[in-house]
């Protein structure tokens, strides 16, 4: 399984960043996935999940109303549509998938992660 997560960068605060993940060697369209996000003195924490039939995950407080995930399965690309970016957005932002059970948005329920992507929001 390969994902590859893309789109970070720098924005001032109240814009907007797409982050995508294109993925390779999994069955795309059965598998539930998500993105996690992490700075350096927290824990990584879930900010969206789909599932296969695209079923969404209720949003955390934290994004909620801002981010908006979504996924492509004939092109296998995972999305992650950010909104009105807040300087507390800033992290490192990883696609996920291998769901193993238990909560969507709990870091250790994933088996697979991306290479991450750096969004930093300035105020």
């Known amino acids: 399984v390969q994902l590859t997560d893309s789109g970070g960068g720098l924005v001032q605060a109240g814009g907007s960043l797409t982050l995508s993940c294109a993925t390779s060697?999994?069955?795309?369209?059965?598998?539930?996935m998500g993105w996690f996000r992490q700075t350096p003195d927290k824990e990584r924490e879930g900010v969206a999940c789909?599932?296969?039939?695209?079923?969404?995950?209720p949003y955390p407080e934290s994004v909620q109303g801002r981010f908006t995930v979504s996924r492509d399965n004939a092109e296998k690309v995972l999305y992650l549509q950010m909104n009105n970016l807040k300087p507390e957005d800033t992290a490192k932002y990883y696609c996920?998938?291998?769901?193993?059970?238990?909560?969507?948005?709990?870091?250790?329920?994933?088996?697979?992660w991306g290479p991450g992507t750096q969004v930093t929001i300035s105020s």
């Open positions: 996920v998938t291998g769901w193993s059970g238990g909560e969507f948005l709990s870091p250790e329920n994933y088996d697979y």
């Open positions: 060697g999994l069955n795309f369209g059965a598998a539930a």
């Open positions: 789909i599932g296969w039939d695209s079923t969404i995950t």
